[in-house]
């Protein structure tokens, strides 16, 4: 029996997020002897208990799917609406009258962690209550935190964002060579250091800069990183230093708590801002030197400029395979990411059990980090180069970027 098809994205967006939406749109509607309309939620599940939808195919009659694949952002909209725990709760109930109502057979959410959650609470509501409803995570996150994948998709392209950028600003940083000065740039990352890691690939040789990189996967002690930064200063005069803004005592305070108080999300994560400027003010205070901080902030997961085609391509494919899945029987699952063993990068997509991935993080291997954990082993390198690999050229209007908006 042919039913419909619904998508819809949530959480923070990322570079390539439009991507998946591209490869699970094209794929539904290319697969007309299953799928009969295909649906967008508009600002995610929350969007869609407000009656929030849009049909997705006149996009590919006007071409603007195809615009879809190289914007960033989240096109529909996205949410940071969180299920209640209560499986007996009446939201429940609510939402799937709905998907009765647009006879909705195949479900999509793209994101990450919570958003996996999401997929995990309403495929077990489905088991539940004896629906047919086949309910598919595609996977998504700078972060590169979720477990049983690889990889995530979105962080290829912000790893690259995070390398370049880093690049450029140690290019910067070492114009003047006669006096000593510290640049620190702070990267997103909260619990898991991924992302800052990535500002590794931006050196030039071996120990170019960043010199000193911390990620929260280690403990951050203020004094040990003084001394660090004295003793680095003695071989690099315009030093830069790359940490997390999640850098944390080991012990469960943040290092940005130290200089003020910290607000929290709905999903009661708190929101972290101000590690680098703490640090800057230490550095200024201590040790009485030139410093200033750079927070990078949302340009990591919305710039186009240095897409990775590697990453591009792995996100529509995934959600074109997520698709697959779905028609093929599978349901309270997300895609993963496999990459083959061998020098030669190679990956492949299959699919795990969402209950055992929703609300888990994957950290950096320790192994990973550098003993006294202010630097990257060659193991990440290794790791990540393959997935900044390749350009991609984003359609231009005016010499500007040209993106797809919703009307």
Same mark, same amino acid.
């Given at each position: ?14 570079? =390539?997020?439009?991507?998946?939406? !591209? ?14 309309? =295909? ?12 009656? &929030? ?31 209640? %725990? ?5 939201? !429940? ?7 009765? %109502? ?16 999401? +997929?995990? /609470? ?57 006096? &000593? ?18 500002? =590794?690939?931006?050196?030039? !040789? ?7 990189? !911390? ?24 030093? @830069?230093?790359? @940490? ?12 940005? *708590? ?5 607000? =929290? ?11 680098? /400027? ?35 391509? %792995? ?14 029987? %599978? ?28 609300? &888990? ?5 320790? *192994? ?9 082993? /060659? ?12 350009? +991609? ?13 919703? /009307?």
């Amino acid at each position: 029996m042919i039913k419909n098809v619904i998508v819809g994205q949530s959480g923070g967006p990322t570079a =390539v997020i439009n991507a998946s939406l !591209y490869g699970v749109v094209s794929e539904a509607l290319s697969q007309k002897d299953a799928v009969g309309n =295909v649906y967008g939620m508009i600002n995610g599940i929350e969007g869609f208990l407000n009656g &929030q939808i849009m049909d997705m195919a006149p996009l590919r009659e006007s071409g603007e799917l195809e615009l879809i694949r190289t914007t960033p952002g989240s096109y529909l909209g996205s949410c940071r609406y969180k299920l209640p %725990e209560d499986l007996s709760d009446e939201v !429940y109930p609510r939402i799937f009258e709905k998907f009765l %109502e647009y006879e909705i057979g195949y479900f999509f959410y793209i994101g990450g962690n919570d958003s996996m959650d999401t +997929v995990s /609470k309403l495929s077990r509501y489905a088991e539940q209550t004896g629906s047919d409803i086949r309910f598919i995570g595609i996977p998504k996150t700078i972060d590169n935190d979720l477990i049983l994948t690889d990889h995530t998709p979105g962080f290829g392209s912000a790893a690259k964002f995070v390398a370049s950028t880093v690049r450029e600003i140690a290019v910067d940083a070492s114009v003047y060579d006669n006096k &000593q000065s510290v640049t620190i740039v702070e990267i997103m990352g909260r619990h898991a250091g991924w992302l800052t890691a990535a500002s =590794v690939l931006a050196r030039k !040789y071996k120990e170019d800069n960043p010199v000193l990189i !911390y990620l929260p996967e280690t403990a951050f002690d203020p004094e040990v990183f003084l001394s660090e930064v004295q003793a680095a200063l003695e071989d690099t005069a315009n030093l @830069v230093v790359c @940490v997390s803004e999640g850098i944390n005592d080991g012990k469960g305070t943040f290092i940005c *708590e130290l200089a003020s108080d910290v607000g =929290v999300d709905t999903f009661g994560h708190k929101m972290l801002t101000g590690s680098g /400027k703490f640090l800057e003010n230490l550095v200024r205070d201590r040790l009485g030197i030139k410093v200033r901080s750079i927070e990078l902030n949302v340009p990591q997961r919305c710039s186009s400029a240095w897409l990775s085609a590697t990453d591009l391509s %792995e996100a529509a494919d995934s959600g074109a395979f997520g698709v697959k899945c779905a028609l093929a029987g %599978e349901t309270g699952r997300m895609i993963s990411f496999i990459r083959k063993p061998g020098e030669d990068y190679e990956l492949t997509f299959g699919t795990e059990d969402v209950n055992l991935i929703c609300n &888990q993080e994957k950290a950096v291997p320790r *192994e990973w980090i550098s003993e006294n954990g202010s630097d990257i082993e /060659k193991e990440f390198i290794d790791y990540a180069l393959p997935l900044i690999q390749g350009s +991609v050229t984003v359609p231009e209007e005016n010499g500007l970027p040209k993106f797809a908006y919703r /009307k």
